[in-house]
């Protein structure tokens, strides 16, 4: 069955960085679009970031320039960089595969002084 593991959360000061994983198993890795998304309390998930099979990415505009979003076919694992961060950023973030709808079950990522 499909399995996305996040891992990488954690409490960082604001203006500092984090790096998010998501190793995913039980589907053809190469052939999927992969996606970030994240949920604050009280607040409704939203798109973060995308990347096609072939590498292209685009984000939201709230991260863009700050956020980067890379894929290591070979690992079957998809990134998310996160720079400059914010305390809005805090959120449990999830991965998504496009191609199987599938989600894992998120990384609490805190940012705070």
């Known amino acids: 069955q499909v399995q996305l593991v996040e891992s990488g959360g954690g409490l960082v000061q604001p203006g500092g960085s984090l790096r998010l994983f998501c190793a995913a198993s039980?589907?053809?890795?190469?052939?999927?679009?992969m996606g970030w998304y994240r949920q604050a309390p009280g607040k409704q998930r939203e798109f973060v970031a995308g990347?096609?099979?072939?590498?292209?990415?685009n984000y939201a505009d709230s991260v863009k320039g700050r956020f980067t979003i890379s894929r290591d076919n070979a690992k079957s694992t998809v990134y998310l960089q996160l720079s400059s961060l914010k305390p809005e950023d805090t959120a449990v973030y999830y991965c998504?595969?496009?191609?199987?709808?599938?989600w894992g079950q998120g990384t609490q990522v805190t940012v705070s002084s």
């Open positions: 998504r595969s496009f191609s199987s709808d599938s």
């Open positions: 990347i096609t099979s072939d590498g292209r990415a």
């Open positions: 039980g589907i053809i890795f190469r052939l999927s679009a």
